[in-house]
């Protein structure tokens, strides 16, 4: 990759200047659709030193940007990749900086407002049809998610029971699918979630995905058949239902829940760091406006704490937890908020080999794998550490299509080829829990 940049000058001395003009500049946080995101980019930089690194915090903190990769402006360090968001009216002071100091950057989105239309499904006459005609390879709205879901449970009684386990913030239900082949017997379980940040779009799609092949398919594959037979997986397609439905309609690139503080004027939560593990330690944030804030307490936005309860309740029989995000094409396992080894580690570091491995056989896509805290970053009160403490040996996170070429505006013509391969590595991991690891 082909990064811009000038001779090496005085980082420090054009800080202060370069500040100035932001603080000129500074536009409003939230944009709407309608507002559009003409003239905005998507710039990716990487700091070669922990001054520049430094001067980075300060210019984020400063111009309010949207931080695509990492979550927070806390990860911002030497040698760590940031993709940025960064309005128009910012991004020539941005540039001006950058080119200045000589910190390496590429422009990834010369204009999103273009890029977002172009890869848009906000479009007319898309095939909307449910039965057979319910089509897979676009995005769809909450609506047509939970008519989907209205839809199985009354054309497959025998495999699918669609229940609410509560109450979002904004009062939606938080609906999830129970999918496997009825049994009177004890019978383990799978959990999968989708959606627990809104702007992540091809994550809900994958969850429909999932049960499409589940139903397509479990009288020709045996490998499908034998899971459906012996677990049960529960399915939540859009676990954070008023973010996923606010990026529809007001601002593509939310994040976080929208729930309000009257403390504060900024909405939400990250939903992934509201879990009771570590709560609000290293790689959250305590500040209500940042997009990796941690909540006024843990499990405090009923989408957690809804999902916790029906986790708790079940604990003993669901034996694996599988969280779906993009975007990094990683596939993460316990700890995040700690650089430790957990006690089954030989078991799960087999099975990411293995669903890895599964997934590049497809298209040749690499994914990275192991421990989140090395993997990725460190972060605290995530889901996936909530359900590995909570007694759930098998627990990952996925963090899907692509490393920042189209980011969180992964275009609809991907979204099969990234759920075809993404099936063989769900696929290998449920195999793997039924063979019972040594």
Known sequence: MKFLGKPRTRTAAFLPLCLLFLKILQPGHSQLYSNRYAGDKVIRLIPNTEEEANALKKIYHQLKVDLWQPSSISYVSKGAVTDVHIPQNGSQALLAFLQEANIQYKILIEDLQYTLEKTSSLRPQRNRRYLSGYNYEVYHSLEEIQNWMYHLNKTHPGLIHVFSIGKSYEGRPLYVLKLGRKSRTYKRAVWIDCGIHAREWISPAFCQWFVKEALLTYKSDPTMRKMLNHLYFYIMPVFNVDGYHFSWTSDRFWRKTRSRSSRFRCRGVDANRNWKVNWCDEGASMHPCDDAYCGPFPESEPEVKAVATFLRKHRKHIRAYLSFHAYAQMLLYPYSYKYATIPNFSCVESAAYKAVNALRSVYGVQYRYGPASSTLYV????????????????????????????????????????????????KNITMHLLKKCP
Request: glycine share 8%; aromatic share 14%.
């Open 379 to 426: 972060s605290s009160g995530s889901s996936m550490d909530w359900a590995y403490k909570n007694g759930i040996p098998y627990t990952f996170a996925f963090e899907l299509r692509d490393t920042g070429h189209f980011g969180f505006l992964l275009p609809e013509m991907l979204i099969k080829p990234t759920c075809t391969e993404t099936m063989l590595a769900v």
